[in-house]
């Protein structure tokens, strides 16, 4: 039986996330976070939740040293409470393991796009947090693979049910820039 919204709603406003961080690499703990320069930790705020869903509702600046930002930490004060891929949106999906397909209705990823899975066991023959590469897309389904135009990944083993893939981008800084985090909602899966 699928929580209420009412439900949801509530748990998602005791869900208290007060900082966001800055990350090179996937992690359960979070660890990979930037060092150097100015950077430091950002306050955050969020809005009511509304409909299974709470926003932020600040938009974090972050100075960010030379590097490569893959994933947002999520913090409660001091305690890391999880990772979101950096302007990514998480999607629910299903396999089949015995085409390799990705079933994700409505996607709207392009062949070669980034994507990621993560928050739960993933798919078998995947790893979690590591980019892989899209193939094969159409409107409802696609395939992963570990380079531009490769092959597709075997996936052997359905992953856990709350599982998600995300699309993600690479925000490279070759020199000292800033960056700012326009998104970082929370939602609560039926």
Not at 60 to 68: G, L, R
Request: glycine residues 10%; negative net charge.
């Amino acid at each position: 039986m699928a929580a209420s919204a009412q439900l949801k709603n509530t748990m998602l406003d005791n869900f208290s996330v007060t900082h966001f961080s800055l990350h090179t690499a996937y992690s359960t703990t979070g660890s990979n976070e930037l060092t150097g320069g100015s950077y430091a930790r950002k306050a955050v705020s969020y809005g009511a939740s509304s409909n299974g869903v709470r926003s932020t509702s600040s938009q974090p600046v972050f100075d960010v040293p030379a590097s490569t930002i893959r994933w947002i930490g999520k913090w409660m004060t001091a305690t890391f409470a999880g990772m979101i891929a950096n302007s990514g949106a998480e999607k629910e999906f299903f396999v089949d393991v015995s085409t390799d397909l990705i079933t994700c209705y409505g996607h709207a990823y392009a062949n070669d796009e980034k994507v990621v899975f993560y928050a739960d066991v993933v798919p078998g023959g995947l790893v979690e947090g590591q980019i892989y590469r899209v193939i094969n897309a159409t409107t409802n389904t696609l395939q992963v693979s570990d380079t531009v135009g490769g092959a597709a990944k075997d996936i052997n083993a359905v992953p856990g049910p709350g599982c998600v893939i995300s699309k993600i981008v690479e925000e490279v800084f070759a020199q000292p820039g800033q960056l700012t985090v326009t998104s970082g909602s929370t939602s609560l899966n039926s």
